[in-house]
């Protein structure tokens, strides 16, 4: 939260999507529900996912506009990289893009057959091949692809 309130470079469209976005997983997110039949889901739940919907294929759409631009540009040299990178961070896809993916996540462990109702998780699917294609460009991919992958002390 210090590095939010440090941060003026964000504008306060970008903060209100945010709030927005943690507004939404927060109504999605199981309370205590004592009692409550499994797999069947109140109306305002179900709309609740199905705006988490539409918000996820809506920034999924530009999400999906701009990585093929930023992969082209960074595909130029190693400083272009950096720099786009840099972009990418402060934008929409480095700021709500992993938070939503991780609240995703979190919801999916936690209630899994709503999650499924909403369908939003296919949407984040299709931006695998595009977060996939610009990741390759990254200087040392390769050593960090290999660290990732070995066992701990195989490698050297």
């Known amino acids: 939260l210090d590095h939010e309130h440090c941060s003026k ?21 199981p309370g205590d529900c004592v009692g409550q039949v499994p797999n069947i889901y109140s109306p305002d739940l179900l709309g609740v996912g199905s705006l988490l919907k539409k918000y ?25 990289f950096a ?6 961070d ?3 896809t480095g700021i709500l893009l992993p938070e939503l993916v991780v609240s995703i996540v979190l919801l999916l462990s936690k209630n899994a057959g709503l999650m499924q109702e909403a369908g939003a998780i296919p949407l984040l699917a299709g931006l695998l091949e595009h977060l996939d294609r610009f990741n390759h460009l990254a200087p040392g991919k390769e050593r960090d692809d290999n660290e990732d992958l070995a066992w701990p002390g195989i490698m050297g």
């Open 56 to 80: 996820t294929a809506l920034l999924c759409t530009h999400i999906g506009d701009i990585l093929p631009v930023a992969t082209s540009i960074a595909s130029t040299s190693h400083r272009h």
């Open 83 to 88: 720099e786009v990178s840099r972009v990418v």
């Open 9 to 29: 470079e964000r504008s306060a469209s970008l903060d209100l999507l945010l709030r927005f976005q943690r507004l939404l997983v927060s109504k999605l997110y």
């Open 90 to 92: 402060g934008d929409l």
